[in-house]
């Protein structure tokens, strides 16, 4: 494939866009004691000591997740392409980082940066995608921001890219948040043209 874009910096989502969704949030709601909050920000607001048992709790749930993901249909395939067009691809995610180094090694994946909540702020800020395009040296009007969730999105929007929404049937109500809307990661070959 010819490549047209101007986007030269593909920065995707891990959970529920790379691999598949498996962490159940419900569950991990309750090991955590949180309610239905955002497991992330009510964790971030309690003391140093509790902030780290349950960020502890959270890492354990987050690798026996990555430990038996599946990768999402086209995944292998769409980074291959980017990599062949010379564009440069990487993750921006709330995970840990040693979840998604097991996520990489499993399965192979060559990517050009990684980011996760040990490296920046995590979203819907804007700094784990800023930090990225300082990494891949881009600018944001040349990258696009890939997820499935609305702090995917509000995260990009907020550091100046484009974004897509990969849409699945719980997320439709955030593709008003999105320059694009991809029924799969096949469909980044349409970002392409």
């Known amino acids: 494939m010819m490549r047209v874009t101007s986007l030269d910096t593909f920065i995707f989502d891990l959970d529920g866009t790379l691999i598949e969704l498996n962490l159940d949030f419900d569950n991990i709601r309750r090991a955590l004691g ?3 909050r955002y497991i992330l920000e009510a964790i971030l607001k309690l003391d140093k000591d509790t902030r780290r048992q349950k960020l502890e709790i959270l890492k354990e749930f987050e690798i026996r997740a990555a430990l038996t993901a599946k990768l999402m249909p086209y995944a292998r ?6 990599d ?4 440069k691809k ?4 709330r995970n840990c980082r040693e ?4 996520v990489i090694d499993r399965f192979g994946l060559e990517l050009d940066f990684v980011i996760t909540r040990e490296d920046a702020k995590p979203k819907p800020s804007p700094e784990p995608v800023l930090l990225a395009l300082k990494l891949a040296r881009s600018k944001p009007e040349r990258s696009i921001v890939i997820g499935d969730y609305k702090f995917d999105l509000i995260a990009g929007r907020r550091a100046g890219t484009k974004t897509a929404l990969v849409l699945n049937e ?3 109500g955030f593709s008003y948040l999105a320059d694009y809307v991809l029924y799969s990661l096949k469909d980044i070959e ?3 043209r």
């Open 34 to 36: 949180i309610g239905d």
């Open 77 to 82: 395939e769409a980074l291959r392409l980017l």
């Open 84 to 87: 062949d067009l010379g564009l």
């Open 90 to 93: 990487g993750i921006v995610t």
């Open 99 to 102: 979840s998604v180094e097991i």
């Open 170 to 172: 719980r997320n439709k």
């Open 190 to 192: 349409k970002l392409l």
